[in-house]
């Protein structure tokens, strides 16, 4: 098992109600695992899911690049104003 650091911004730390927290994932996990288990764990979230670019400390990458014990993976939503 791994543990990374899951941090939320915008409307994904509304629908998660926190700004992070860690998840224990197995060895073999990537960026798409950590989404699921976020969603998860949040379903709020779900609505937000192909809108959301992530983040492995703090470079955008694939769903699936795969993940390291003490990674932080941040999810971005598309940002909107004026």
Same mark, same amino acid.
Request: glycine share 6%.
């Given at each position: 098992?791994? =543990? ?5 911004? +915008?409307? &994904? =730390?509304?629908? +998660? ?6 998840? $224990?994932?197995?060895? #073999? $996990?990537?960026? =798409?695992? &950590?989404? $699921? %288990? +976020?969603?998860? +764990?949040? /379903? @709020?979230? #779900?609505?937000?899911? @192909? *809108?959301? %670019?992530? *983040?492995?400390?703090? !470079?955008? $990458?694939? !769903?699936?690049? /795969?993940? @390291?014990?003490?990674? =932080?993976?941040?999810?971005? /939503? ?5």
């Amino acid at each position: 098992m791994i =543990r990374v650091k899951m941090i939320y911004f +915008a409307q &994904a =730390r509304e629908a +998660a109600g926190t700004k992070g927290e860690e998840f $224990s994932l197995d060895e #073999k $996990s990537n960026v =798409r695992t &950590a989404m $699921s %288990k +976020a969603i998860e +764990a949040h /379903p @709020k979230l #779900k609505p937000l899911e @192909k *809108a959301i %670019k992530v *983040a492995v400390n703090e !470079e955008i $990458s694939e !769903e699936d690049a /795969p993940l @390291k014990e003490g990674d =932080r993976v941040a999810l971005l /939503p598309p940002v909107v104003g004026g």
